[in-house]
T-cell receptor, first 113, second 112 residues
């Protein structure tokens, strides 16, 4: 299984861009990178995912390096409600075709006024 | 509204008293999972189900049972709860052809 490494915590000022890094140096060619977040004690929420191209949706942008060994989640204009734990996850596909997402410890993002 | 619901949201019980936490989804998803979350350990998968009558163990299945008799429901059963099962539990579901999981609001269980 490809492992991910994230900083345990980050700070960001409200209104500024939050850039959350993730290292996944052992990722294999057919594994996707997923990002979820969890606001205190709520259920995790899907944000975005990608394979090798950069992706953008209404919540965030995902930048994946050309060698795919790392990625960055960008929240372009962070708000106080973006304070949460952000999980970078590499998709694991089992032989049966079933895939699962293994959640690590994530990055605690604190957005301050 | 597409959602995953769990009941109860909060439960305090005593050691050895059987309990069931229900999970239901209204998105016709094939895949459903149960996770527990503990401080410093992140989310760990307990059991998962790929479809009706198909279930399998996750990373931490000891002390738990599940069933999948209907597509929409995936109850988590603790036959004889113990204090080390005090945790925050999440149910999740996803459809075929996608890895986007939808999580329920969580059930905070305390076993005394």
């Amino acid at each position: 299984d490809a492992k991910t490494t994230q900083p345990p915590s980050m700070d960001c000022a409200e209104g500024r861009a939050a850039n959350l890094p993730c290292n996944h140096s052992t990722i294999s060619g057919n594994e996707y990178v997923y990002w979820y977040r969890q606001i205190h004690s709520q259920g995790p929420q899907y944000i975005i995912h990608g394979l090798k191209n950069n992706e953008t949706n209404e919540m965030a942008s995902l930048i994946i390096t050309e060698d795919r060994k790392s990625s960055t989640l960008i929240l372009p204009h962070a708000t106080l409600r973006d304070t949460a734990v952000y999980y970078c996850i590499v998709r694991v596909v089992w032989d049966s075709g079933y895939s699962t997402l293994t959640f690590g410890k994530g990055t605690m993002l604190l957005v301050s006024p | 509204e597409a959602q995953v619901t769990q009941n109860p949201r909060y439960l305090i019980t005593v050691t050895g008293k059987k309990l069931t936490v229900t999970c239901s989804q209204n998105m016709n998803h094939e895949y459903m999972s149960w996770y527990r979350q503990d401080p410093g350990l992140g989310l760990r998968q307990i059991y998962y189900s790929m479809n009706v009558e198909v279930t399998d163990k996750g990373d931490v299945p000891e002390g738990y049972k599940v069933s999948r008799k209907e597509k929409r429901n995936f109850p988590l059963i603790l036959e004889s709860p113990s204090p080390n099962q005090t945790s925050l539990y999440f149910c999740a579901s996803r459809g075929t052809g996608t890895d986007t999981q939808y999580f329920g609001p969580g059930t905070r269980l305390t076993v005394l």
